[in-house]
Every structure is written in structure tokens, then in C-alpha cells.
């Protein structure tokens, strides 16, 4: 990804959705801010797509643009709604899978 392209967004207004596209079958992310402190990505997924459980060594923030997912932290599962967050603890394992099509914000914090 070119690292000027997030430079665009600045000082303008923008529709957090249009920013990315679903792609059939397919999970799609667009990194918006990418810095040594945290990052900010928008995410698509196609419904039934997910990511296979995994671990991170950071605090994460998931926020639900539209649609619905299944996110499980630590075996315990969770379902979120346009307009509904959650965190995602440093080093536990966690899991998304796409109950609907769905559009997400990820948050990573790295300090």
C-alpha cells in the first residue's frame, strides 16, 4: 500500500463506509493510519468469511460500521451489531466470523 494514500483522507470528510468495498467470497482491509504507536483499519467481510483464531501482542478496539459478526475472546463468543464495539485484550486469543456481510474499524493500540 502506498504509505502517502492515507494522507488523502486528511482535513476532508468521508464516508467511513465507502472507504472500502465488499469482495465476494473474500475478506478485504484498507490500513488508514499506520503509525509506530497504533493503526486504524477498515476491514469488509463477505458473510461467512472470518479470521481463524489468532493472538496479538496489543490492546485492539472493534467497531462495527454495519452488518453483524461473532467475535470470540478467549472461547467466549460475542455478537456485534452496526454501532457496537468491544476490545480485544493484548495476547488473548480471539476469533471473528461474519454472520452478515460487515464492514469493521479495527483499532490497534501499541502503547
Same mark, same amino acid.
Do not use: C, W
Given at each position: *500500500? ?6 488523502? $483522507?486528511?482535513?476532508?470528510? /468521508? ?11 473474500? #475478506? ?23 479470521? /481463524?483464531?489468532?493472538? !496479538? ?7 462495527? $460500521?454495519?452488518?453483524? #459478526?461473532? #467475535? ?7 455478537? $456485534? ?8 485484550? !493484548? ?12 464492514? *469493521?474499524? $479495527?483499532? *490497534? #493500540?501499541?502503547?
Amino acid at each position: *500500500m502506498d504509505k502517502k494514500e492515507p494522507k488523502q $483522507l486528511i482535513a476532508k470528510a /468521508s464516508n467511513v463506509e465507502s472507504l472500502i468495498e465488499y469482495q465476494e467470497g473474500s #475478506v478485504v482491509s484498507r490500513t488508514i493510519i499506520d503509525k509506530k504507536t497504533g493503526t486504524v483499519t477498515l476491514f469488509a467481510f463477505d458473510e461467512n468469511q472470518g479470521l /481463524s483464531e489468532h493472538t !496479538a501482542p496489543y490492546d485492539a478496539m472493534v467497531y462495527i $460500521l454495519e452488518g453483524e #459478526v461473532e #467475535v470470540t475472546i478467549s472461547g467466549q463468543p460475542i455478537t $456485534l451489531k452496526q454501532g457496537e464495539m468491544t476490545i480485544m485484550p !493484548a495476547n488473548e486469543a480471539h476469533a471473528l466470523t461474519a454472520k452478515t456481510k460487515f464492514k *469493521m474499524l $479495527l483499532t *490497534m #493500540v501499541k502503547s
